[in-house]
């Protein structure tokens, strides 16, 4: 193997690669990463066993020459050590050179340096997925389902499977869902060409969509995802992303959402965001974040913390409209804050089911986008 690379195109593709990388893995192969240089370019995978990616560096493009190949060959080399020398290689090209005995050469500039590989025989493979399930989605979307249910996941390990989000796809809506069983979040959104696909309880760890997350343009760049029984693959441009699926039955939200309301209000997404965080700043203190809400034949509601050594916040916020019975009812300010981060809306809508029923917070114009939030036993 010897190629001569640009390289800030190499160190592009590390840094993407990178995110596969685990330094708690028993496996030695897998803390490095493999190159895969031939007439095309070069390839570079990185894998943990729960997510592999794979960054396609072309030999050429829009007429400038990226690599130029003398002789084909693979490597795997230490890819922590390996993503912080790229980096501060003093020159813009990078030569790579096959030793024996999985040895390679670098040189850049006047800096030239050897470095122990490992058997790229021993790398694994990655999956072989049939398409027969593919769809479309663009970037921009999927980053904001993912944005909009990503922070309900459980970080509990002793139940993995409420530690992702369930994927459904049914007559061309791709539904998203997360619980801890504290809270859930839900969205959906319908794709153009899916029509004809239907999955149905395919766990992604939030951990992994963390990842995937960073990866995605903001802009509205088509991405193709490919679905199998243990795994999902994202194709990025000239990035593979996979996923393992988890494992296990996600619990059937459809008896959790109260399909009536006792109170129904409408508020502006701003105050009671502000105002929200202004109670948690205080509730937080005692470690339960606990924030109680009143309202009182107006269309007032208050907000009060729970007194703790630092004090009490009380504050008032003038709503759109209240339609229903008074409420009094206390709940977690944070997982209430989080909700409300993700609703791109100027109002928001708040139904009240019961003291100890859940509380369902949604954009005024849609219930697209859902969050589920259980309320708080508390004295007083």
Aim: glycine letters at 4%.
């Amino acid at each position: 193997m010897k190629f001569t690379i640009l390289k800030d195109e190499l160190n592009e593709s590390i840094q993407h690669v990178s995110k596969a990388l685990s330094s708690r893995t028993t496996i030695p192969i897998l803390t490095g990463i493999k190159l895969d240089a031939d007439e095309t370019g070069v390839v570079l995978t990185a894998s943990d066993t729960e997510i592999s990616i794979r960054s396609h560096i072309p030999a050429e493009r829009e007429g400038e020459i990226i690599v130029t190949l003398e002789k084909s060959g693979s490597i795997v080399i230490p890819g922590k050590l390996f993503s912080e020398l790229i980096r501060k290689l003093p020159s813009d090209h990078v030569e790579f050179t096959l030793l024996d005995s999985h040895h390679v050469l670098i040189r850049s500039g006047s800096t030239e340096l050897q470095m122990a590989g490992l058997d790229p025989e021993e790398y694994p493979l990655l999956p072989t997925l049939r398409e027969d399930r593919m769809f479309s989605i663009s970037s921009d979307l999927l980053k904001k389902m993912i944005r909009e249910t990503i922070f309900a996941v459980s970080t509990n390990e002793s139940t993995p499977v409420l530690t992702g989000v369930l994927w459904t796809l049914n007559d061309g809506v791709l539904k998203f869902v997360a619980t801890d069983r504290h809270r859930l979040s839900t969205t959906e959104n319908r794709l153009d060409g899916a029509e004809g696909l239907s999955f149905h309880h395919v766990v992604i760890s939030g951990k992994n969509l963390s990842e995937l997350y960073k990866l995605l343009s903001d802009q509205s760049q088509q991405i193709d995802v490919v679905v199998s029984d243990s795994q999902v693959l994202f194709k990025i441009d000239r990035l593979l992303f996979y996923t393992r699926v988890l494992d296990g039955t996600y619990p059937d939200i459809s008896r959790i959402i109260p399909q009536a309301c006792q109170t129904e209000m409408v508020v502006p997404t701003k105050q009671f965001h502000d105002a929200m965080d202004r109670a948690y700043l205080l509730s937080r203190e005692e470690k339960t974040n606990i924030v109680k809400l009143f309202t009182s034949g107006s269309n007032t509601i208050e907000l009060s913390s729970s007194l703790t050594e630092l004090g009490r916040m009380t504050e008032q916020i003038e709503a759109e409209s209240i339609t229903g019975q008074e409420v009094r009812i206390s709940f977690n300010s944070r997982y209430m804050l989080d909700a409300l981060k993700s609703i791109d809306s100027e109002y928001i809508h708040i139904g009240f089911t019961g003291p100890m029923s859940p509380i369902l917070v949604h954009p005024r114009e849609h219930q697209r986008l859902l969050h589920l939030i259980l309320p708080y036993r508390t004295s007083g």
